[in-house]
Nanobody, 124 residues
Framework: QVHLEESGGGSVQVGGSLTLSCSAS?????????MGWFRQAPGKEREGVAV???????TYADSVKGRFTISKDNAGNTIHLRMASLKPGDTAVYYC?????????????????WGQGTQVTVAS
């Protein structure tokens, strides 16, 4: 069973930066994993933010392109989301997710493993 644990959430001023991290345990070295970040703002549906595949290829939601950067460590078990130029609209609970069956998908229903979420608040 894959376990995902997020860290790095918090409060930041508009225009500030924050980095989220997600560590995966229980993964099998032979498996392909697509990992990424999703977020859910109050009253809204959860949406894909950025995902990264085993080979390091990444894709981003249009709303965060040029501001957010996703990366992973060499072992592939930890991913990071560097968020810069943060806006109030980025305020949400951010979830780490992993899938063994998709490649670079921002569709949340395709991910079978989820973390508990971490709150990001951007204050104006």
């Amino acid at each position: 069973q894959v376990h995902l644990e997020e860290s790095g959430g918090g409060s930041v001023q508009v225009g500030g930066s924050l980095t989220l991290s997600c560590s995966a345990s229980g993964t099998a070295a032979s498996n392909h994993y697509c990992m990424g970040w999703f977020r859910q703002a109050p009253g809204k549906e959860r949406e894909g933010v950025a995902v990264i595949d085993t080979d390091g290829t990444a894709t981003y939601a249009d709303s965060v392109k040029g501001r957010f950067t996703i990366s992973k460590d060499n072992a592939g078990n930890t991913i990071h989301l560097r968020m810069a130029s943060l806006k109030p609209g980025d305020t949400a609970v951010y979830y780490c997710a992993a899938s063994t069956s998709v490649w670079l998908s921002l569709a949340e229903f395709q991910y079978e493993y989820w973390g508990q979420g971490t709150q990001v608040t951007v204050a104006s």
